[in-house]
């Protein structure tokens, strides 16, 4: 497991001069496959394309504790849409694992690893297609 920056996926975003080279890494470099980078980019920009491709209801743990219950899962109708953010600006930087070559796990903590979220993504066998598969909303981190 490596933290990337959020930047690594997005050539166009600007980033600060502490950032290293690890920034120029390809898909390959990542061990991510190239289509899940043009997918990501997909998903944080169209937020139709974004819709479609999470898996309804989707499994999850939400930040309020008055929601988490068994069985809670997020509906299309309350959705927050996903968008790109700077690392640079942000404090926040992603990390990529491949559990298989079809299931990704997402962290995107801030640098201090006080606070942090989790997403899963998954390829779907019939379709090939990307998708959402769980989130856990920003969180403080135990440690």
């Known amino acids: 497991m490596r933290f990337l920056p959020w930047l690594i996926l997005f050539v166009s975003a600007?980033?600060?001069?502490?950032?290293?080279?690890?920034?120029?890494?390809?898909?390959e470099e990542l061990q991510v496959p190239e289509d899940f980078v043009e997918f990501y980019e997909l998903f944080h920009s169209d937020s139709a394309y974004q819709l479609a491709h999470i898996q309804w209801p989707l499994q999850g743990i939400p930040s309020n504790?008055?929601?988490?219950?068994?069985g809670f899962a997020f509906q299309a109708e309350d959705w927050s849409l996903h968008r790109v953010f700077d690392p640079a600006e942000s404090g926040y930087r992603s990390e990529?694992?491949?559990?298989?070559?079809?299931?990704?796990?997402?962290?995107?903590?801030?640098?201090?690893?006080?606070?942090?979220l989790v997403r899963r993504w998954l390829r779907n066998a019939a379709s090939e297609e990307w998708m959402l598969i769980y989130y856990q909303q920003p969180m403080p981190l135990a440690g």
């Open 96 to 116: 990529f694992e491949m559990m298989t070559e079809d299931l990704i796990i997402e962290r995107i903590n801030d640098r201090e690893g006080r606070y942090g």
């Open 65 to 70: 504790d008055s929601l988490r219950v068994p």
């Open 14 to 27: 600007c980033h600060s001069p502490d950032q290293s080279s690890s920034t120029t890494e390809t898909a």
